[in-house]
């Protein structure tokens, strides 16, 4: 049974008027409204992976024309989805905030809305759709402000001719592409009273002097943009591009200078973070080399996310055993432990190739802590093949995992395969592989019992004013009692009682002895 969720028939231009065709834009009159369209989103331009070369600048400015135009104003930006969102809407609010805008939680207060929005699962889009409904009244009661979709769903074409058919009051859709536009479209939609829409089917240059607003002592860095893999399940190589690496130059000036600001820890982002360098013509230089520069700047702790089997080479292994700033944790999605599966996902190893490098990283890094994400129920999924899945995570011994049940994304070649197994059996399964994964976090947690470990304090807990909570270098959460001032710190403690998913632990040394631990 293919996918059922088609929105193709949305767009659909046969019905409108057009208004006006200047300098490549087309103004339509849909349902009552004009809509400027820039560039629209195209699954086959976005599939297509060209030679043309990636410029990289390093002069971008807001326009002075623009620069004001947020004085007294204020925005909000609802991110969804991965770490690349997240730091994508740290670009869009330093963009705010260099227009004057002023950041706010009220929805009531905003001038500006903006839904950073992800693609990967199908109730992520519903979320969004949903939040759509919700704003439709905030619009009407202050017809003045300004409603934008940005993000992975806003690279499909499906889902952009859904907004502008069904949900015409949104003001401005742009892409992954074009995030340095939005000074421009906020022009636009703010001056024409039309919505715009510009979305870049094909990625654009590297832009590197964006500005960003980061907060907290965690910082993310991307490294790379893009994916080449083109897994069968995945809309990610059409959202976001073909693979370009920024330069090394680049993204090491950066991370120096998050360590002269004291950000404690870092994460490097790539939706394949160790296919790095592998565009570069003019160097050889990889994921290795750079994780080896970056282990000699004076920065705490540095993570990287996400890594796919497949370019997880020799040099990337023996790097990380040197540790140092560099963490023991390694995030290693396998999506399935069948092999037959592994092939209909186009994932490009086996399951005996994943457990080959996973018996690597372990001889090399014997206190690594692996943890992964998996899909249940993929197309012709059978209770063997699902029993395969059980027991490779036992075998590998995953401390934790995201787990999903497989969504179909219009346009990927899985939508297209026949989608057979019962929602039922699927959740039976989730529930299943969740049960054994619950049980590995819980054991792992007790074998930590009496260690001593290095935990980054992050905040209060959620529930207790007198309970903080924070990370170890394994990203195992832990919960401690302790004074607010230790939020940001270092503390050392040992480890007292295990939960599930997290451990709770005694602090042992006070932040003032701490100097040498980070």
């Known amino acids: ?61 807001i326009p002075p024309q623009i620069a004001k135009l947020g004085q007294g104003k204020f925005y909000l930006i609802a991110t969804y989805g991965c770490q690349m969102n997240e730091h994508d809407t740290e670009v869009m609010r330093g963009l705010f905030e260099e ?69 015409p009051f949104v003001d401005i859709i ?38 960003k607003k980061r907060e907290g002592m965690r910082a993310w860095i991307n490294i790379m943009y893009g994916c080449d893999k083109f897994c069968t399940y995945c ?17 090491i000036a950066e991370v120096r200078d998050l360590a002269r600001q004291g950000f404690k820890e870092i994460t490097l982002l790539g939706q394949n973070v160790n296919a790095y360098g592998k565009d570069f013509e003019d160097i050889q230089y990889r994921f290795g080399d750079l994780m080896a520069d970056i282990s000699k700047i004076d920065i705490p702790r540095v993570r990287f996310t996400t890594s796919h089997p497949r370019d997880f080479d020799d040099h990337l292994i023996e790097v990380l ?30 399951r005996e190739m994943y457990l080959e490098l996973v018996g690597k990283i372990k001889r090399a890094i014997p206190d690594a802590v692996l943890t992964t994400d998996i899909i249940v129920g993929f197309p012709g999924e059978t209770d063997e093949q699902f029993e395969d899945t059980l027991s490779l995570v036992s075998e590998v011994g995953f401390h934790s995992a995201y787990t999903f049940i497989y969504s179909p994304r219009v346009g990927t070649p899985a939508a297209d395969m026949e989608d057979n197994i019962p ?78 998913w997290y451990i709770k632990a005694e602090p042992i040394i006070e932040p003032s002895a701490q100097e040498a631990v980070s």
């Open 1 to 61: 049974m293919k996918s059922e969720k088609d929105y193709s028939k949305y767009f659909d231009f046969s019905g409108a008027k057009v208004i006006k065709e200047t300098e490549g834009k087309t103004t339509y009159r849909i349902k009552g409204r004009d809509i400027t369209i820039n560039s629209a989103p195209s699954y086959k331009n976005e599939k297509s992976r060209g030679k043309e070369e990636i410029q990289v600048h390093y002069d971008f400015v």
């Open 99 to 167: 227009m004057g805008y002023q950041a706010t939680e009220d929805r009531q207060q905003a001038d500006v809305i903006l839904l950073n929005t992800c693609a990967v699962r199908e109730n992520a889009e519903d979320k969004v759709f949903g939040e759509l409904g919700h704003l439709k009244h905030l619009k009407i009661e202050k017809p003045g402000l300004i409603l934008g979709v940005c993000g992975c769903m806003s690279q499909e074409e499906s889902v952009v001719g859904r907004i502008m058919q069904k949900h």
């Open 174 to 211: 742009f892409g992954t592409h074009n995030i340095h536009r939005l000074p421009q479209l906020l022009q636009d939609a703010m001056f024409s009273k039309e919505m715009v829409v510009e979305v870049w089917s094909k990625e654009g240059d590297i832009i590197e002097n964006l500005p």
């Open 235 to 251: 809309i990610v190589p059409y959202t976001r591009g073909k693979e370009r690496s920024r330069r090394p130059e680049d993204v």
């Open 321 to 350: 055993a040197g540790g140092g700033n560099l963490v023991e944790h390694i995030h290693l999605p396998v999506q399935s432990g069948s092999s037959e599966v592994l092939k209909r996902m186009s994932r490009k190893y086996s």
């Open 423 to 500: 929602m039922e059996v699927k959740k039976a399964r989730l529930a299943r592989l969740n049960s054994l994964i619950a049980e590995l976090s819980r054991v792992s947690h007790e074998r930590m019992v009496g260690q001593l470990v290095e935990v980054l304090v992050e905040g209060e807990s959620k529930n207790n004013a007198h309970v903080l909570s924070g990370r170890t270098r394994t990203n195992k959460l832990v919960h401690l009692e302790g004074p607010r001032e230790w939020i940001g710190q270092f503390i050392q403690a040992r480890v007292t009682d295990s939960q599930t």
